[in-house]
């Protein structure tokens, strides 16, 4: 399996504040991996350190296998749009795009017109970027990052103070260049329900540190129907489901038992876990919103 | 560093501010050619051609020499290198290109090399047309002494250099426009000096009739001693202090930039 992207322990202080505590993580050729978090919890710190604007206190990566600082020029491989994209205000959407290309030693004007058009700003290349709209700015920022005609994407938080319109623009925009370009992307939000639109594969960081990933796919059953059972021995518990042959379980907030198979059994559970002496303290049959599962990883791990 | 440089360069030439500054810089030589005009000219008759020493032929090192001591064109040019040095921070740009390098002080020393380059088109658009009006409009102008003049500028050059890495570093310090140009602003307007003065005072005071005195070491104290008919000892010691201004300044910010996360 081909990784674009991979961390091995990655960590960022800030005095004796942790801003990123060893995140380890693979992305594959092809994906669009979602990194969630709260505001704070450690993503642009995260993002910075992969495009090199901080370095890590601890921890390495490598990109297309390789180790960064041995090769700078696998930065022109990798896009980057952190937080608010970096434009000069003063200047037309054109010469942003140009001072870039300029930059990276580039001088293919017809493909900065190409990328203009692809962002939907072909309309505007002579505007100044202080007369485009927030939307628009942040689209000029992805056609930025998109100069160098990267492999990887890390855009973090684009989405971030867009109204409505302006996000369902940032998506389609992400998921055309996954799609025609081949492009893998990692992108963060604190907003899982718009991620789980584009996103393949999720983390979620909380406090620095990387405490799910899932798929899409598992994410979807994991925000699909389940028996929720709250219970007086947790741990008691999970050995008795076991013995029941229940393998698709887990525990949220340390005390309630999430399950998603054999759903119309939840009296057979109760039973079983009566007779292990084990008390139910509540069940019932749930289906979770993709933001409250998220409240729920993400304040289980702040307990 | 190549790309970087010209990457510099076309927002420069693209930036309002740099050709905003341009004219201002061309607007100074040109009033300060009117009051040179007028004190050689002197046609009111108070005797200013002799009071300023602007009697006889004039030539290039005459005029010159009285441009040179003005600070105008310094205050313009800190303007101008605080604004280019913080432009890509303040809109966040650095965040695009940092990654590109793998030695971050790169990317400062290539945005220094492109400010010297503004800074000399601007000095030399600002003494151009300063000489330019010269030639044209002064009585019986002759060249005169081209090497003492060329010696001359070469180390007022210098001094723009070192002036140019002090307000390069003030900015890349502070990481701010208001940052950068306070200090550069307090030394370019005069303000420093009166405090060096002081600690002159002080000093002559201490030590009876010392053989250094502290302006001698600061930057501007060094350039005002600049001038035609310094001893080969001063300019030593001025060319010594501008060369150590600069290398410490610009080595400074490069290790700065080297250092510090971009946040």
């Not at chain 1, 290349?125 to 160098?148: H, N």
């Not at chain 1, 492999?151 to 925009?173: S, T, Y």
């Not at chain 2, 602007?54 to 040179?68: A, C, H, V, Y």
């Amino acid at each position: 399996m081909e990784y674009l992207l991979e961390t091995d322990n990655l960590t960022k202080k800030y005095g004796n504040i942790t801003a990123v505590d060893h995140v380890s993580i693979k992305i594959r050729r092809g994906e669009i991996y979602g990194l969630i978090g709260r505001n704070g919890a450690g993503k642009t710190t995260f993002f910075k350190m992969l495009a090199g604007l901080c370095k890590p206190t601890a921890g390495t990566f490598s990109i297309f296998g390789e180790p960064p600082e041995k090769t700078p020029k696998l930065r022109d491989r990798i896009g980057v749009l952190i937080e608010r994209p970096g434009l000069f205000y003063t200047l037309s959407a054109y010469n942003n795009l140009r001072i870039q290309a300029i930059a990276l030693g580039m001088n293919d004007d017809e493909y900065l017109h190409e990328l203009l058009r692809e962002v939907g700003l072909a309309e505007y290349e002579k505007m100044k970027v202080k007369k485009l709209s927030m939307g628009m700015k942040q689209r000029l920022g992805i056609a930025m990052s998109l100069v160098s005609r990267p492999d990887l994407l890390l855009l973090d938080e684009p989405i971030n103070g867009l109204d409505p319109q302006g996000i369902v623009e940032i998506r389609e925009l992400i998921e055309r260049l996954s799609k025609e370009r081949n492009i893998t992307i990692m992108i963060s939000s604190h907003i899982l329900e718009e991620l789980s639109k584009i996103a393949t594969r999720y983390g979620i960081i909380h406090n620095g540190q990387l405490i799910d990933e899932f798929t899409h796919q598992e994410l979807l059953k994991r925000c699909s129907e389940h028996i929720e059972i709250r219970t007086s021995d947790p741990t008691k518990s999970c050995t008795v489901l076991e013995q029941m042959g229940i393998t698709e379980y887990k525990v949220v907030d340390k005390s309630i038992i999430q399950i998603f198979e054999r759903l119309t059994e939840s009296g057979d559970i109760v039973l079983e876990l009566a007779k292990n002496n084990i008390k139910t303290l509540s069940i019932a049959v749930k289906n979770e919103a993709l933001e409250d599962y998220y409240l729920a990883m993400t304040g289980g791990a702040k307990q | 560093m190549r790309n970087l440089i010209n990457m510099n360069l076309y927002r420069m030439r693209k930036a309002v501010s740099t050709w905003v500054l341009a004219i201002v810089a061309v607007a100074i030589a040109v009033l300060d050619f009117g009051i040179m005009k007028i004190y050689v000219d002197d046609p009111f008759g108070w005797g200013l051609a002799e009071v300023t020493g602007l009697t006889g032929g004039m030539d290039m090192m005459k005029t010159i020499t009285g441009f040179l001591r003005g600070t105008d064109l310094l205050i313009v040019l800190s303007i101008f290198v605080v604004i280019f040095t913080n432009a890509e921070q303040k809109c966040g740009f650095d965040k695009n290109i940092i990654g590109i390098t793998k030695h971050k002080w790169k990317q400062t020393l290539s945005r220094w090399l492109s400010a010297m380059i503004g800074v000399t088109a601007i000095m030399a658009l600002s003494y151009g047309t300063f000489t330019g009006l010269s030639v044209i409009f002064m009585n019986s102008f002759s060249a005169g002494d081209m090497l003492a003049y060329g010696k001359l500028m070469l180390i007022v050059y210098l001094f723009y250099a070192a002036f140019s890495a002090l307000f390069f570093f003030f900015t890349t310090l502070f990481k701010s426009s208001a940052g950068g140009l306070v200090p550069s602003l307090l030394i370019t307007t005069g303000v420093l000096s009166l405090i060096t003065k002081l600690l002159d005072l002080g000093a002559e005071k201490l030590f009876h009739d010392p053989k250094y005195l502290p302006s001698d070491f600061f930057l501007e104290g060094a350039y005002s001693a600049v001038s035609p008919d310094a001893s080969n000892g001063t300019i030593i010691r001025v060319v010594a202090t501008a060369a150590v201004y600069l290398v410490v300044a610009l080595g400074l910010s490069m290790f700065l930039q080297q250092k510090r996360d971009v946040r």
